[in-house]
T-cell receptor, first 111, second 113 residues
Framework: AQSVTQLGSHVSVSEGALVLLRCNYS??????LFWYVQYPNQGLQLLLK??????LVKGINGFEAEFKKSETSFHLTKPSAHMSDAAEYFC?????????FGKGTRLHILP | DTAVSQTPKYLVTQMGNDKSIKCEQN?????MYWYKQDSKKFLKIMFS???????INETVPNRFSPKSPDKAHLNLHINSLELGDSAVYFC????????????FGNGTRLTVT
């Protein structure tokens, strides 16, 4: 079975500071990993995904994530936070025939 | 040219009523899903259809019945609504398999009073 854990239900960073959102997964098979973002009153949209190949994955809006098999992690980063990055972020992994989501991390950007 | 569209966006109804939520995707995807997001933002899969065939049916009360008339549509009918059914329901689609990302609709906020 696979599951995903997001550390920190709320993360606050100052505008211009590094963003780091943590995601760890448990897996007995090679995982497919995703990060999604949800803005208020909207559906989720894909930021980036890892299936195979290069372990450093670049996504939209300047975000990237690195798949680290030894640490079973897929943390999301962005070098410089922008006010428009304030949103809910979800890490997801495949399990059996479905995609399982973490509980989400609310990112707050401080002016 | 919305990719995944759901209607209605808001639904307010009383306990015991029956209601439906409609979903359509124009992406040509084979697989469609219903997810439920609770007040704590937790997302849980409810159903998945592939080419009109039910492939995932999570532990959901049988008051919830999905219907897929064709692969571009997946509707959700809910009988005898209860207070605990209040949530945001998201429709999503994906091209094929688990490697393909999910494309979400904007959600239907259901409030049962």
């Amino acid at each position: 079975a696979q599951s995903v854990t997001q550390l920190g239900s709320h993360v606050s960073v100052s505008e211009g500071a590094l963003v780091l959102l943590r995601c760890n997964y448990s897996s007995s098979v090679p995982p497919y990993l995703f990060w999604y973002v949800q803005y208020p009153n909207q559906g989720l949209q894909l930021l980036l995904k890892y299936t195979t190949g290069a372990t450093l994955v670049k996504g939209i809006n300047g975000f990237e994530a690195e798949f680290k098999k030894s640490e079973t992690s897929f943390h999301l980063t962005k070098p410089s936070a922008h006010m428009s990055d304030a949103a809910e972020y979800f890490c997801a992994v495949n399990r059996d025939d479905k995609i399982i989501f973490g509980k989400g991390t609310r990112l707050h950007i401080l002016p | 040219d919305t990719a995944v569209s759901q209607t209605p966006k808001y639904l307010v109804t009383q306990m015991g009523n029956d209601k439906s939520i409609k979903c359509e995707q124009n992406l040509g995807h084979d697989t469609m899903y219903w997810y439920k997001q609770d007040s704590k933002k937790f997302l849980k899969i409810m159903f998945s259809y592939n080419n009109k065939e039910l492939i995932i049916n999570e532990t959901v009360p049988n008051r919830f019945s999905p219907k897929s008339p064709d692969k571009a549509h997946l509707n959700l009918h809910i009988n005898s609504l209860e207070l605990g059914d209040s949530a945001v329901y998201f429709c999503a689609s994906s091209r094929d398999g688990l490697r393909s990302p999910l494309h979400f609709g904007n959600g239907t906020r259901l409030t049962v009073t």
